[in-house]
């Protein structure tokens, strides 16, 4: 199956990252180096297959395509951000972030949830991310956002 733009096969690339669900990405390895330290390891040990698609050599990840795509989307230079609107994929996101030593990810992911819609409207949602990852100043900032919502529906509803 082919990725989405920027990662299909027009992209310019010398390695295919292959998701869970078979659809391949192809990027440029020096991205991922910069980025990762795991995938530095990677390639440095020659993991993946030599002739893979193309000719690039093929890495299998146990990620389904969306959480790689996302991810790809947070480092790739050319498009903009993403939307953060699937909290579930913002775990899987932010888990895959981790697990590839991408705290550069990480640090974008907590930025954008600090200003993102979710902190104005779900607090407790970005409360309970925060606490799943052990995010400390997140979780703080969440908590108090909530209790000022909180405290403000009280107060204007014994005023009515």
Do not use: C
């Amino acid at each position: 199956m082919k990725a989405e733009g920027p990662f299909d096969a027009t992209a310019p690339a010398d390695t295919v990252l292959r998701s869970s669900d078979n659809v391949h990405f192809y990027v440029f390895g020096a991205f991922l180096h910069y980025a990762s330290p795991a995938f530095r390891d990677l390639f440095s040990l020659g993991q993946g297959s030599a002739a893979g698609k193309n000719g690039y050599p093929v890495l299998p990840l146990p990620e389904d395509s969306k959480t790689i795509h996302y991810l790809l989307a947070v480092i790739h230079p050319y498009i903009d951000k993403p939307k953060l609107d699937d909290s579930r994929l913002l775990i899987k996101v932010w888990k895959m972030a981790e697990k590839y030593g991408m705290d550069t990810v990480v640090g974008k992911l907590q930025k954008q949830l600090l200003k993102d819609r979710w902190m104005e409207t779900q607090p407790h949602k970005v409360f309970a991310i925060a606490m799943i990852f052990g995010w400390k100043g997140g979780a703080e900032r969440a908590r108090n956002r909530s209790l000022r919502r909180y405290q403000f529906r009280i107060a204007s509803n014994s005023r009515t």
